[in-house]
């Protein structure tokens, strides 16, 4: 039995992908090969974004305030970052400037296994490109910070270290 789809545009090969429609509106192979792979992008990309949001579940931002920071192409954001007990804060850095300060202490499990107290009022700044975080949040108190960024406009809040 013959096949009942014939293409007249020797352009148009049939094969196990071509659709009726496709065939019938001699739309060139090539084309639609090139719509599939942009497809199988999209696919990609929204695989590694739920990676990086997955990665990121471990602790909560909730953003306060949003700014331009006058006369650059920059953004000041402030937030508060809460950590549960027994996640981690991967290891990351930014595009600008950080400033933390602590509203709530615990104890940081450090990926050699050592403990150490982030203790209520304590402050650090961590400045740009440089990766910092990478702990885990060890006892049963919630780590709670107050952070002020001074990023580039444009550009994500963090990136993972790879």
Do not use: W
């Amino acid at each position: 039995m013959s096949n009942p789809i014939v293409a007249l545009d020797p352009e148009l090969r049939l094969n196990t992908y071509s659709h009726p429609f496709e065939i019938a509106n001699n739309v060139p192979n090539s084309f639609i090969y090139f719509q599939k792979e942009i497809m199988m992008l999209r696919y990609l990309a929204l695989i590694f974004f739920a990676l990086i949001c997955a990665a990121n579940a471990q602790t909560n931002r909730t953003e306060l305030k949003r700014a331009d920071l006058t006369g650059t192409n920059m953004e000041i954001v402030v937030s508060v970052v809460d950590v549960q007990p027994g996640n981690n804060l991967i290891r990351h850095t930014h595009h600008g400037e950080e400033a933390v300060y602590v509203l709530e202490g615990a104890t940081l499990a450090l990926p050699d296994g050592k403990e150490v107290p982030f203790p209520t009022g304590a402050a650090t700044i961590n400045i740009r490109d440089v990766p910092h975080g990478g702990f885990k949040v060890a006892g049963d108190k919630t780590l709670k910070m107050l952070t002020v960024h001074i990023v580039d406009k444009g550009k994500p809040m963090m990136e993972p270290v790879k």
